[in-house]
């Protein structure tokens, strides 16, 4: 009893991502202390956030599924099919709550995100994990629906920060996706990291789409502590190095090419200097020489052992 009971709280979440204790109680005709120790049995392997009193409830981040390409669309279509049959015949409501669980993750999975843009309306999908990718879809169905988004989100110095997001926006700057959103915590615009969000869920609260001034969009987003790079460029490089910062970044010096460019942190720097290959010189900063010069020598290690 206690294995269905968790199977079809997480069937209802994914479902509907939030839903009361009450709810929940009455429909398994349990205690809602028994709910909330179910909910913690979830939270310890998925990402399920309990907030008690009024207008709380228990909620599923959006971006939780199984994992992508689990199923084709025919298969997921099969198995359907054959669950409703198998509760027809049983009446066992664990085959009903398996049916729910997999029906709603054809809903999301067999859907492919939209890639558009416009003055007010902008969806880029880079090349992303398939986490991140989750994040932008949620994101983009938001946008589109002008929905109220709970998320939660790690800060620099790695605290959790929860807020209400009215998100606007999708962008990406210097190979790092964001979410461009008015902060209800911040009561401004702001730049959020894609991947430092831990959590999203959508609310049933709907905003109106504020005014968003031509040029904030193209600003790169203020970061803490930006860090700045000096690269050199040999010509051998020079066409990749168009490609992926642009004519206008570069200026030649003696027969080689200098790039100044910011990044939101080292770490992110040293990810995107690695996709230049072996021929991209960085000047400085000193640190991010030594962490390339490390790195280098790890990889010489592990690849000559």
Known sequence: MKYTILLCILSDLL?????????????????????????????????VQVKRGRGGGVSLSETYKLPSGFLSKAEFETVITALSQAYGDSLNEEFLAVKRKITAQMKTETRTPAC???????????????????????????????????????????????????????????NVGYVYAFSYKNRDFI????GRIFTLVRTNERFAKRPIPPSSLLDSPTVE?????????????????????????????????????????????????LTFGSGVEVLFPDSLRKRLRTLAQELLHVYLA
Request: glycine share 4%; charged share 30%; with cysteine.
């Open 15 to 47: 479902e509907h991502r939030t839903l009361t204790a009450g709810y929940l109680s009455e429909k398994y005709e349990i205690s809602p202390r028994t709910v909330y120790r179910y909910v913690e049995i979830l939270s310890a392997a998925l990402p």
């Open 116 to 174: 558009v843009g416009s003055a007010q309306d902008i969806f880029v999908l880079n090349e992303l994990t398939r986490g991140m990718k989750e994040k932008a879809r949620v994101l983009e169905e938001c946008i589109r629906d002008r929905m109220v988004t709970k998320v939660e989100y790690l800060h620099e110095n790695q605290e959790k920060t929860q807020d209400r997001i009215e998100p606007h926006a999708i962008v990406f700057r210097e």
């Open 191 to 194: 730049f959020l990291p894609l």
């Open 225 to 273: 502590n930006p860090v700045f790079v000096r690269l050199k460029i040999p010509k051998t490089a020079l066409t990749k190095a168009q490609d992926m910062l642009g004519i206008e970044t570069l200026r030649e010096k003696e027969g080689e090419y200098l790039a100044d460019l910011s990044f939101p942190d080292e770490e992110t720097a040293l990810g995107s200097l």
